[in-house]
């Protein structure tokens, strides 16, 4: 156990150092004139004529450039909050304190209303901790959210955050999506959903099995109205979205043929959701059509394109058998999540 605990320990030092060449490189590479500058120009412009307050961050996976506007600022996380709670799940199960084989018992106080078909299922109702994660990453069902909250303990899961440098995310308490608290017990900002997806996308949270296993997850979205809706049918995103009254987020890594890059957007105090919704639309596609762009002006100044540092194959064979495992989980029997590219009903949380 001992042993396990300095493995963690050292992962996470790990991951904070690895953002510091990313920086610096980062800002080298910002003196030179790029599509970025574009980029940049174009997300301000968004953001000034967004419907309500938003904030953007994005990160070119091959040079660690970055993007944005209000990307340090504290937003209310919504949904997005479960991206902690799985790496923190991992984190101890890369521990040995639990499996993806260990089963939990539903409890009242686990219960919300605002999203998830485990609600309305009997207490002592039993899921693995595999089942858990895939509803409550793929599906939002808040429930599950908070079966693995009291199982991992919420204050391990902000010393994690807090270990990981993630300075603007936290839980004060549970998913309780009916009280207006939520947006004050539940927060993030783009920056710190960035840096979280990043490690992931590299292979470096928790460890390389555990960075695989999430992104599998995240592969296997099943809301995709936000970010996948301006995009090709065909591109591949592991995202998690948040929907909160008058708030929408959507986080991910976008696997661009030319380009993998890491977004998030987050976009509070809206007049409406649609009008939500169209925004993020806007901001995707506008990423999506630069960091294109970025590729070839990459390419010719000889920057080599992003690959894990030690790949045992190509990313996508590297990730096949795990993206079968998590696919292949059985959705809970108490409902059918809703089609790929659906619009979602407006609910309290998910």
Do not use: C
């Not at 980062?26 to 599509?35: E, F, K, Y």
């Not at 009291?150 to 270990?163: F, L």
């Not at 993030?188 to 992104?215: E, F, G, H, Y």
Request: proline share 5%.
């Amino acid at each position: 156990m001992i042993n396990s605990r300095r493995r963690i320990s050292l992962g996470l030092i790990a991951f904070a150092l690895a953002f510091a060449p990313l920086a610096a490189r980062a800002t080298a590479l910002d003196a030179t004139q790029s599509p970025l500058d574009r980029l940049q120009v174009q997300l301000a412009s968004a953001a000034t004529h967004a419907p309500g307050h938003v904030g953007i961050a994005i990160e070119d996976l091959a040079t660690g450039m970055t993007s944005g506007v209000n990307a340090s600022e504290s937003l209310p996380a919504a949904s997005t909050i479960k991206i902690p709670v799985m790496v923190e799940v991992f984190k101890q199960m890369e521990a040995g304190t639990l499996g993806l084989n260990t089963v939990m018992h539903l409890q009242a106080h686990d219960k919300d209303y605002g999203w998830g078909e485990l609600a309305d299922a009997r207490l002592g109702t039993s899921r693995s901790i595999k089942a858990l994660l895939w509803a409550m990453i793929t599906q939002s069902d808040n429930t599950a959210t908070n079966m693995l909250i009291r199982m991992v303990g919420r204050g391990h899961i902000n010393a994690t955050m807090n270990d990981l440098g993630l300075q603007r995310t936290h839980l004060t308490d549970d998913i309780r999506s009916e009280t207006n608290a939520i947006r004050y017990a539940l927060r993030t900002s783009p920056k710190d959903m960035v840096k979280l997806l990043d490690a992931i996308a590299r292979d470096r949270l928790v460890d390389s099995w555990s960075s695989k296993q999430m992104l599998a997850i995240l592969t296997g979205q099943t809301h995709n109205s936000l970010l996948p809706m301006s995009l090709p049918k065909d591109i591949r995103i592991a995202h998690k979205t948040g929907s909160l009254h008058d708030t929408l987020n959507d986080v991910g890594i976008v696997y661009h043929e030319d380009e993998p890059y890491v977004i998030a957007v987050m976009t509070t105090e809206l007049p409406s959701l649609g009008l939500g919704r169209s925004f993020i639309h806007k901001v995707s596609r506008i990423a999506y059509d630069e960091l294109g762009r970025f590729a070839s002006w990459r390419e010719e100044r000889g920057i080599a394109a992003f690959s894990l540092e030690k790949p045992v194959a190509p990313l996508a064979q590297a990730l096949a058998p795990d993206e079968a495992m998590w696919n292949a989980a059985p959705a809970p029997a108490l409902g059918v999540p809703p089609a790929d590219g659906a619009q979602e009903p407006a609910e309290p949380l998910r």
